[in-house]
C-alpha cells in the first residue's frame, strides 16, 4: 500500500524530512546507476492550481515512485513517463510536480497530430489526474 | 551521475528545442518527422546538478544515455532504437 505524503503546501526549506530517508526504507546502498531503492509514494496536491493563465483541477492523489540513483533522488511515474530529480526527496517530488504539470499544459494544448505514441500515452495518463478547467487564452 | 553539462548535450546531440521555462527547469523536446517523440527537463541551478531522470524519458539505459552525451552513440542510433520501441 503507498504512503500517502501530503506535498502540497511543503516548501523545500520548511518540510521536517528534507534530505533525509523516510520511515520505511531501511537499507541504502550507493551504486553508480543502479536504482538502490524504490518507495512508492501518493503525492496529495492543492485540488487546483494556476499555472500561467490556466487553473488545472487536480482529480486525484498522483501516484510516484521515489528512487535513489547514484546519490540523487527521482521522483517519476512510470505510466505517464515522467521522471524529475532531486538532491534531496523534497527536491525530486517539487520537480516531480513542475514537471508533470508543464508537460500536460503542453501536450494538452499541442494539435493532436503533432504528437508520437509515446507523448500521445503520456497524456492519457495525465488526463486521469488533471484537468485544465480555466484557460485565460480562451 | 549525468550533469547538466550532459543533458545539455544529449540534447543538442538529439536536435530537441528548448522551452524556457519561469521555474527552476528547461524542457527539452525532441521531434522526428514532426511529432513530438520525447520530452525531458534540464534543471537549472548554480551547481552541477544531477539528472539521473532523462535515461527513461528518452527510453534508454543509463550507460547509453551516457554515452548520448560524450558521442559514442549517435542520434541515427538512437532513432533506431525509438523505431525498435514503437515510440516513432
Redesign the interface.
Known amino acids: 500500500m503507498p504512503q500517502l505524503c501530503d506535498f502540497g503546501t511543503s516548501t523545500i526549506d520548511s518540510f521536517p524530512i528534507h534530505n533525509a530517508i523516510p520511515a520505511g526504507i531501511s537499507h541504502i546502498c550507493h551504486h ?2 543502479e536504482i538502490v531503492q524504490v518507495e512508492n509514494l501518493l503525492i496529495k496536491i492543492d485540488s487546483e492550481i494556476t499555472r500561467g493563465n490556466n487553473q488545472i483541477e487536480v482529480l486525484r492523489k498522483i501516484p510516484i515512485q521515489i528512487e535513489l ?4 533522488f ?1 521522483a ?1 511515474m ?1 505510466d505517464a ?7 534531496s526527496i523534497i527536491q525530486a517530488v517539487d ?1 516531480f510536480k ?2 508533470f504539470f ?2 500536460y499544459l ?2 494538452q494544448k ?1 494539435p493532436p ?7 500521445v500515452q503520456s497524456l492519457l495518463v495525465m488526463r486521469k489526474y488533471l484537468r485544465i478547467i480555466e484557460n485565460a487564452d480562451h | 551521475m549525468l550533469t547538466t553539462e550532459h543533458a545539455e548535450k544529449i540534447a543538442k546531440k538529439l536536435k530537441a528545442k528548448i522551452e524556457k521555462s519561469q521555474k527552476g527547469h528547461d524542457y527539452a523536446r525532441i521531434f522526428f518527422g514532426g511529432k513530438l517523440i520525447a520530452y525531458f527537463g534540464i534543471r537549472r541551478s548554480s551547481k552541477d546538478t544531477g539528472h539521473d531522470h532523462i535515461p527513461r524519458m528518452i527510453f534508454l539505459p543509463p550507460h547509453k544515455t551516457k554515452q548520448l552525451a560524450i558521442c559514442t552513440m549517435s542520434y541515427e542510433e538512437w532513432i533506431e532504437r525509438m523505431k525498435e520501441l514503437e515510440k516513432i
Open positions: 553508480s546507476y540513483i547514484d546519490n540523487e527521482v517519476g512510470e513517463n515522467i521522471f524529475s530529480s532531486g538532491e520537480n513542475d514537471c508543464e508537460n503542453y501536450l499541442a497530430q503533432s504528437l508520437g505514441p509515446g507523448p
